[in-house]
């Protein structure tokens, strides 16, 4: 077992996911980059001067939060409600995460509390956790909030709002993320956090940004869970 997702784990009492990452790569049958170019045009239809940089971007996610920072609210709604749309067909064929699965099951069967918490979209994630039947297993869900990407991580407020609807001391919930803003975010709310390297340049990067463990695979935490529970 990691020596220190085991002493990690001692004290926790609520699993924090993101999403995208740790539970399955959402953009898998329909690739972000296109999604992405697909909110372009959403800005091109409406008027919107499209600079070089951002007709290429290939994160839909960043695409979203660039709009939001010109402060034209509806804009900004018209390019949140295509990502929505775009992001509840994307979990149509999302790959599943190697024991991302038992992740959840195992942290449970801990008696863990386990919540999910994004920036994608929470109709996105309830749509996955549904089909998957992974639901009954994961509150709160916690998605990014609607037309204002300011508030997604690295800000801190999604993950305390999971903390508050768990009634756990944030000094007991653990964050397992895959980038460097799911790190920020979870040190600014005052939460340990699992950085999931799902590639080896993510490694050092993790390491880097202040996460309490780093892991290549979610079997390791799967793997200290059941130690846990004697599995």
Known sequence: MNADLGRLLAGVGAVLLDFDGPVCSVFAGYPAPQVAAELVDVLRRHGVDVPPDLASEPDPLEVLRRT???????VTRMVEDALCAAECRAVETAEPTPYGREVIVAARQAGMSVSAVSNNSAGALSAYLTAHRLAVYVSPVIGR????????????EPILRAVRALGIPASRCV?????????DGAR????????????????????????????TSMG??????MERTGG
């Not at 609607?146 to 800000?155: I, L, S, V, W």
């Not at 390297?197 to 390491?207: F, G, I, Q, T």
């Open 145 to 156: 909030a609607y037309a204002d990407p300011g508030r997604m991580k690295p800000n801190p």
């Open 188 to 215: 600014a709310a005052g939460v340990r956090s699992v950085g999931y390297a799902n590639r080896p340049s993510k490694v050092e990067s993790l390491r880097a940004a202040g996460a309490d463990a780093v892991i």
């Open 68 to 74: 939001g920072a010109t402060g034209d609210d509806g």
């Open 220 to 225: 390791e935490l799967a793997g200290s869970l």
């Open 175 to 183: 964050l397992i993320g895959d980038s460097m803003s799911d790190i």
